[in-house]
T-cell receptor
Framework: AQSVTQLDSHVSVSEGTPVLLRCNYS??????LFWYVQHPNKGLQLLLK??????LVKGINGFEAEFKKSETSFHLTKPSAHMSDAAEYFC???????????FGGGTRVLVKP | NAGVTQTPKFRVLKTGQSMTLLCAQD?????MYWYRQDPGMGLRLIHY???????AKGEVPDGYNVSRLKKQNFLLGLESAAPSQTSVYFC??????????????FGPGTRLTVT
């Protein structure tokens, strides 16, 4: 079985400062990992994904994440937050059977001007 | 392409009423999924389908039924709605293969309130 823990339910940053969203996972095999973003009253959009290629993954809108197997982590970062980054972010692991995704509880990001 | 669409966008039900949520995708995807989203719990899988005519239970299937009569459509039914089913429901679809091209595509959601 697999699970995902997002270590912060809320993160508040000032515009122009770095963003760090922390995610730890557990999986009995080599996982595929994803970050999705959900803006208010919208569906989910894929930010980036790790599928056993390069451990540093670049996504859309300046986000990137690093897969660290020894730490079972997949933290999401962005060097400079923008007001449009205010949203909820989900770290997700893929199960091999049935292509099922397991979601973390989400991190809500607030960006202050 | 419209991608994944959901009908309706909003619905209010009384306890005990029934309803069906419709999900449609135009990407020829084999796999389709129904999730519910509740505050602080991320998305939880209700049921999924690996192809036309097949369905399987997910993490929280009780109180829901599904059908996949056509490849492009995946229906979620509530036979007797309960207040605990108040939630936002998301449909998603994907290709059957895993690997670097894998991605689930999500619909815009249906907000359901049961009073």
């Amino acid at each position: 079985a697999q699970s995902v823990t997002q270590l912060d339910s809320h993160v508040s940053v000032s515009e122009g400062t770095p963003v760090l969203l922390r995610c730890n996972y557990s999986s009995s095999y080599s996982p595929s990992l994803f970050w999705y973003v959900q803006h208010p009253n919208k569906g989910l959009q894929l930010l980036l994904k790790y599928t056993s290629a390069a451990t540093l993954v670049k996504g859309i809108n300046g986000f990137e994440a690093e897969f660290k197997k020894s730490e079972t982590s997949f933290h999401l970062t962005k060097p400079s937050a923008h007001m449009s980054d205010a949203a909820e972010y989900f770290c997700v692991v893929l199960a091999a059977a049935g292509n099922k995704l397991t979601f973390g509880g989400g991190t809500r990001v607030l960006v202050k001007p | 392409n419209a991608g994944v669409t959901q009908t309706p966008k909003f619905r209010v039900l009384k306890t005990g009423q029934s309803m069906t949520l419709l999900c449609a995708q135009d990407m020829n995807h084999e796999y389709m999924y129904w999730y519910r989203q509740d505050p602080g719990m991320g998305l939880r899988l209700i049921h999924y389908s690996v192809g036309e005519g097949t369905t399987a239970k997910g993490e929280v299937p009780d109180g829901y039924n599904v059908s996949r009569l056509k490849k492009q459509n995946f229906l979620l039914g509530l036979e007797s709605a309960a207040p605990s089913q108040t939630s936002v429901y998301f449909c998603a679809s994907s290709f059957s293969r895993t690997g670097s091209s894998y991605e689930q595509y999500f619909g815009p959601g249906t907000r359901l309130t049961v009073t």
